[in-house]
């Protein structure tokens, strides 16, 4: 009888020693994974858009934080305010090229390039205004 009335309590002291609140577990971890996932979620614009530019020669003339042979990209972020009528502007300027809005350098055209690519270009360019 003393066998099992041990046996029982260590039973009983084994689990209540490693259970907790598993609702307070899943909370803790969960937490971790909703940051992770918004800041995913935020970087992929900016990893989409660095891909299509890496593919073309766009970081020839331009660079995120430096002035080159054209405008930084934080420095057109300045300049335009992230509108639509905005990310059309700039989408039209980089495919069909452009020229005297960052001086005299004109801006060759880049009608290879797909619409879609470039308004992700534009889109990330233009969500650097705050940075």
């Not at 009888?1 to 009983?12: D, E, G, R």
């Not at 009528?85 to 452009?98: P, Q």
Request: hydrophobic share 35%; proline share 3%.
């Amino acid at each position: 009888m003393k066998k099992i009335v041990i046996s029982v309590c260590s039973v009983i002291i084994l689990s209540s020693c490693g259970g907790g609140d598993k609702n307070e577990k899943k909370d803790a971890a969960a937490a971790p994974a909703k940051e992770e996932s918004k800041s995913q979620s935020a970087n992929t614009l900016e990893d989409k858009a660095i891909e299509i530019i890496a593919k073309t020669d766009c970081f020839t003339c331009h660079k995120i934080d430096e002035t080159n042979v054209g405008p930084s990209y934080k420095n057109v972020a300045k300049k335009y305010e992230n509108t639509e009528a905005n990310v059309n502007l700039l989408v039209e300027k980089i495919i069909n090229g452009g020229k005297g809005n960052w001086g005299e350098v004109p801006m060759a055209p880049h009608t290879a390039l797909a619409k879609e690519d470039v308004t992700t270009i534009v889109q990330y360019i233009l969500s650097l205004r705050n940075n």
